[in-house]
Every structure is written in structure tokens, then in C-alpha cells.
């Protein structure tokens, strides 16, 4: 999208909304990622997708990918989060190396560590949950 089809979205919270929904992630340039928030309004940053800053002198296919596999967590009210940690034709070696890497970095995250932890399952898309904590 350029400036121009931007600012017809200008503050129109249903577009704005609908926009965020339709994709997963944005990147946009130096000059154009200054006047998002003045253009859209706070309707990217509150659905947690404001764009990621893309370069004239990076890749692009890099950038995508790198985006691709980033992951963002909140934890607002909710007490459970779902983190993806491998996909299909991964290793075993490979999932175990990612989950514990997820775990120590989550935990690690919180500020009573391994106490504010209630209970850790692990579980592919279509079994069933196998708890190990």
C-alpha cells in the first residue's frame, strides 16, 4: 500500500480493524512507518501488529521470513499462552532442542520463575496434550 491508500483508511476504525485481521504481519519503509500511527490511529498497535521496519538495503525474502518466524506473546488476563514451537518435518532432536529453549526463555520471563508455573503440556495440532510439568 503507498500513502495514498493509507490515508483513505485515515482513522476509519472498522478498516483499520479488518486490515489487522487480514494479515498476520506489516513491514513498511523509514518514511512511510513515522506516519502510520498519525494516519491509522492506535488500531495496528493495539491488535500487537504495528509494522516492522524494513530497509531499503535489506532483503525482502529475508525479511519475510525473519517476520514469519517471529513469535509475540501477551499475557493481559489471560493465564494460559500457546507458543509454536516446530513444524512437521522437524527432527525429534530439533523439538526437543526449540521446546526447552521456549520454556527457560518464558520462564525466565516471569517474576517468581518456576513458581508462577501451574501446569506444561505439549501437543501437536491434532493429538492429544501430554502434560510434562
Known amino acids: 500500500m503507498d500513502i495514498e491508500a493509507l490515508k483513505k483508511l485515515n482513522k476509519n476504525k472498522k478498516m483499520v480493524k479488518k486490515l489487522a485481521k487480514k ?31 524494513l530497509t531499503h538495503n535489506e532483503n525482502l525474502n529475508t525479511k519475510v521470513d525473519e517476520v514469519k518466524s517471529t513469535i509475540k506473546f501477551q499475557m493481559k488476563k489471560v493465564l494460559c499462552l500457546a507458543v509454536a514451537v516446530g513444524h512437521v518435518k522437524m527432527t525429534e532432536e530439533e523439538l526437543v532442542y526449540n521446546i526447552h529453549l521456549a520454556i527457560n526463555f518464558l520462564v525466565s520471563l516471569l ?21 510434562l510439568y
Open 23 to 53: 494479515y498476520d504481519a506489516f513491514l513498511a519503509s523509514e518514511s512511510l512507518i513515522k506516519q502510520i500511527p498519525r494516519i491509522l490511529g492506535p488500531g495496528l498497535n493495539k491488535a500487537g501488529k504495528f509494522p516492522s521496519l
Open 111 to 131: 517474576k517468581k520463575n518456576w513458581q508462577n508455573v501451574r501446569a506444561l503440556y505439549i501437543k501437536s495440532t491434532m493429538g492429544k496434550p501430554q502434560r
